[in-house]
């Protein structure tokens, strides 16, 4: 664990020098409001951007990608044998990313990463890539990442935090990927430890008074399912809702996706694209049965999953960051702080 | 427009105690700064729920389908702005629900704020937001500003021509002055007057950051389709994923759906959240309606609408 200092004035040179070795995501502004992007030679990330509408969960697991190809010409040997697309992991650099953000990685892990399985291009992706988050000084006014185990000085799942001192980033060095870029990016005056440490703590702590929202969610895992699951509250969460897909899709911790195969010429590509629970086409059997055919259903799902489920299978606390983006983006304001605090004090009569 | 909260407020209980209706769809207040949320009110202690103000720019018809209409003898009751009430018609006059069976509370209005402009003006998140009459007071971390409503209309409130329901059961209010409007379509003219290759590149640009969420589209009245084209599996139309083909068609197979049907509402505007503009796609075809078939949507019961009827007056000549 070592500090360093970051002169704001170097910082550019020092990412641009890191370009040998990285290819370079971070926060860009553009009329469509702020997103997580491959940042161009010469394009810098907006370190102090607004909350990007997407969350960097595409720079592992992007909305469509293609996992594998096969050639159709049948005079090739190989033809209509599905082989891996190929597909570059070369080291890459997310800068400026949010601390809930980097524990929503750390969430999605859980089921890209387990005993049994490992997703290739998930993993390789995971292991390639470099964390550089940036402390929130002033979190907005939807984070509640404090109620669900980060904050904004959260360094799970982080390689480098960074701080926000005005004319320069004071940087908590956190793991050897995290070394290897600010060696990359010569970034080397050292900072005190006892002393960055203490500054680290108070911003912490200054930052963590902003937010106002303390959401309970204690009261979830000894829940029954079923319980939750017949509550009568569902249709009422469920009336507004539309069912598009805008919660899941900005959701750092949405992981589903679905498989599709297309072809044309003599080429087949298979590829998965993010599945959202909230289309009719989720989960819709081959059979023509669909377990949850109604928007009551598909948006209890959203939400049993979230805050169930996922609570009871993984002993991790519910599967939300407390980014806030769903309720800021969902068009008809439902807001999973107020679901969870239904689900959390409910009580069968 | 906001004094037409408390006549809405006293017609529902009114509704609700009689029996009449079995439901209100309304406007509930937000849990976050300029939000609202459409609400089924079914008790009369739950009007005071109710909230009409500037930021109530979903469209409530939305909300209205054959498949959710009472059993019985019973009403729905809408709150319907303008744009509402001519979408209800449009159910009307596409058969999907009866007249009868619906119970249309006109609101006349006087235009629904652009949120994105107003959070553009501030350099960081907005934590509250007050109307009073025809001002907002937005108050952010850093900064405060007192704006009248009429500098942050929506633009498709700016261009709007009727903003009183033209069919309704009872008014929460004086109707308010239509506006007449030397340009209606400035807009479309300027996307017409490119050449075909920027024209091209406009609508490329349009949907580059679309994530394919369709809440344009299932915030949309209009789409009541039981199965939309791009669900549909066997066969599959569309491709799921985000090339740029497949997003491109969505976007346009879903405008020349609305055809002749779309109110400018803005609904699909309000909810995309990636801002897209997606009335450049629908306006165009508005306007068309209009020019050649002096035909605005949701305007009247009785008059088919001019793609589903054969005219031997028809401008083209392709069809006589």
Request: with cysteine; charged share 25%.
């Amino acid at each position: 664990m070592n500090f360093i200092t970051i002169d704001k004035s170097n910082w550019t040179k020092g990412i641009e020098k890191s370009r040998g070795t990285y290819q370079i995501f971070g926060p860009v502004e553009d009329e469509n409001g702020c997103q997580i992007k491959s940042l161009e030679p010469g394009g810098q990330p907006k370190m102090n951007a607004d909350v990007t509408v997407m969350s960097p969960k595409s720079v592992l697991f992007p909305q469509t990608e293609t996992i594998l190809t096969a050639d159709l010409d049948e005079s090739k040997e190989d033809h209509h044998i599905m082989k891996r697309a190929e597909q570059k992991y070369t080291p890459r650099a997310v800068l400026g990313i949010r601390p809930y953000d980097a524990r929503a990685i750390q969430l999605v892990k859980l089921n890209f990463d387990t005993k049994d399985y490992r997703d290739p291009y998930w993993c390789d992706a995971y292991e390639a890539t470099t964390f550089v988050g940036i402390g929130q000084n002033r979190p907005t006014p939807f984070d509640f990442s404090t109620s669900t185990g980060c904050g904004p000085f959260s360094e799970e799942g982080l390689d480098v935090l960074l701080a926000d001192l005005d004319d320069r980033y004071l940087a908590k060095v956190l793991t050897p990927k995290g070394e290897a870029w600010a060696a990359a990016c010569g970034f080397d005056a050292g900072a005190d430890t006892k002393e960055s440490q203490v500054l680290f703590d108070i911003l912490k702590k200054e930052a963590e008074k902003n937010i106002s929202t303390d959401l309970g969610t204690d009261k979830l895992a000894q829940k029954s399912i079923l319980d939750l699951y017949e509550a009568p509250f569902w249709d009422d969460v469920a009336f507004s809702c539309i069912n598009c897909g805008t919660c899941t899709f900005v959701c750092p911790t949405c992981w589903c996706f679905d498989i599709q195969d297309e072809t044309k010429h003599k080429k087949a590509a298979r590829f998965r694209n993010w599945d959202t629970c909230m289309s009719p086409l989720f989960t819709n059997h081959a059979s023509g049965h669909n377990p949850r055919e109604s928007k009551v259903h598909r948006v209890r799902q959203r939400f049993m999953h979230k805050l169930k489920y996922f609570v009871d299978k993984y002993d991790q606390g519910i599967m939300c960051v407390g980014c806030g983006r769903c309720v800021a983006s969902c068009p008809v304001n439902i807001d999973i702080r107020e679901v969870c605090t239904i689900m959390n004090n409910y009580e069968k009569k | 427009m906001d004094t037409c909260i408390e006549k809405i407020k006293a017609i529902c209980t009114d509704l609700l105690a009689n029996g009449e209706v079995e439901k209100v769809i309304g406007f509930a207040g937000g849990s976050i700064p300029m939000a609202t949320r459409p609400i089924a009110v079914t008790s009369e202690a739950d009007v005071e729920k109710l909230v009409f103000n500037a930021f109530c720019g979903l469209n409530l018809a939305n909300y209205v389908s054959k498949n959710n209409l009472p059993k019985n003898g019973a009403k729905i009751a809408v709150v319907a702005k303008g744009c509402d009430a001519r979408n209800l018609v449009t159910h009307m006059v596409e058969n999907q629900v009866p007249r009868e069976k619906v119970f249309i509370i006109g609101v006349p209005c006087t235009g629904m704020v652009d949120k994105r402009m107003i959070a553009q003006r501030f350099e960081d998140e907005i934590t509250q937001c007050t109307q009073d009459g025809d001002t907002l007071t937005v108050t952010s971390a850093l900064q405060q500003e007192v704006i009248a409503k009429k500098d942050v209309l929506r633009h498709n409130c700016q261009y709007c021509t009727h903003r009183n329901p033209p069919v309704y059961d009872v008014m929460s209010g004086d109707p308010v002055e239509e506006q007449i409007l030397d340009q209606p379509f400035p807009d479309v003219d300027h996307i017409a007057s490119m050449d075909p290759e920027t024209r091209w590149d406009h609508f490329a640009e349009l949907t580059k950051n679309c994530i394919r969420c369709y809440a344009c589209r299932n915030a949309c009245p209009l789409c009541y389709c039981p199965t939309c084209f791009v669900d549909e599996s066997s066969p599959q139309w569309v491709g799921k994923g985000q090339d740029k083909t497949d997003i491109t068609t969505f976007h346009f197979l879903r405008a020349f759906h609305c055809a002749g049907r779309c109110t400018d509402c803005g609904a699909c505007v309000e909810a995309c959240p990636m801002g897209i503009n997606v009335r450049d796609f629908t306006r165009k075809l508005n306007k068309d309606a209009l020019d050649l078939f002096g035909w605005e949507a949701g305007m009247d019961l009785d008059r088919r609408p001019p793609l589903d009827v054969y005219s031997p007056d028809d401008p083209d000549d392709f069809i006589k």
